[in-house]
């Protein structure tokens, strides 16, 4: 079973520096969505790509993030110029246009930490 | 921001104890969901009920849904310690082009003893 998939799983960070992870949905899932969790909280939604198209953005996405789809297969999230604010668990997750197309597949997620 | 709350935020039990955990949230909703996270296995769909269902069965979980009080509960019968979980709901109010904006709550800590 192909679950979600998510890379790297942690990365430490210093302050200004850019970063970028990668989610690898499972692979007939056309809907991809990225969200951000910080210690003792839920998780909060960023962005939402149908296809290649990013149809959805948080206002949580400010400048600095950059968020992609090109093929309407795996996705990147981009941070730049990295604040230790940005320190949290970055969740991917995807969901089919068929079937149960409510239920969402998380991945792993990526833990960055920002020094 | 946080969609609604939890309560409580922490829950200690004995296996094969009942575990109930509320949920309330603000807006409107097509659906709301739980889920279920822990180390081991990351973020994992639970059940979801719909806005017109009141009550909804899966297993050991039983999820009740008052939109008139914008609040839901989950109870989980004859718990075992693989419960032991942070335990979110979520809301789905819906995207364009049909995805599903989740909006999570703050969680409860559930722990389950032998």
């Known amino acids: 079973d192909t679950g979600v998939s998510q890379d790297p799983r942690h990365k430490i960070t210093k302050r200004g520096q850019n970063v970028t992870f990668r989610c690898d949905p499972i692979?007939?899932?056309?809907?991809l969505y990225w969200y951000r969790q910080t210690l003792g909280q839920g998780p909060e939604f960023l962005t939402y790509f149908q296809n290649e198209a990013q149809l959805e953005k948080s206002r949580l996405l400010s400048d600095r993030f950059s968020a992609e789809r090109p093929k309407g297969s795996f996705s990147t999230l981009e941070i730049q110029r990295t604040e230790q604010g940005d320190s949290a668990m970055y969740l991917c997750?995807?969901?089919?246009?068929?079937?149960?197309?409510?239920?969402?597949?998380f991945g792993p997620g990526t833990r960055l930490t920002v020094t | 921001s946080q969609q609604g709350e939890e309560d409580p935020q922490a829950l200690s039990i004995q296996e094969g104890e009942n575990a109930t955990m509320n949920c309330s949230y603000k807006t409107s909703i097509n659906n709301l969901q739980w889920y279920r996270q822990n180390s081991g296995r990351g973020l994992v769909h639970l059940i979801l009920i719909r806005s017109n269902e009141r009550e909804k069965h899966s297993g050991r979980l039983r999820v009740t849904l008052d939109t008139s009080k914008k609040s839901s509960s989950l109870l989980i019968t004859a718990s075992r310690a693989a419960d032991t979980a942070s335990y979110f709901c979520?809301?789905?109010?819906?995207?364009?082009?049909?995805?599903?904006?989740?909006?999570f709550g703050t969680g409860t800590q559930l722990k389950v003893e032998l």
């Open positions: 979520a809301t789905d109010a819906g995207l364009t082009g049909g995805g599903n904006k989740l909006t």
């Open positions: 692979s007939e899932h056309n809907r």
């Open positions: 997750a995807s969901s089919s246009r068929t079937g149960d197309p409510y239920e969402q597949y």
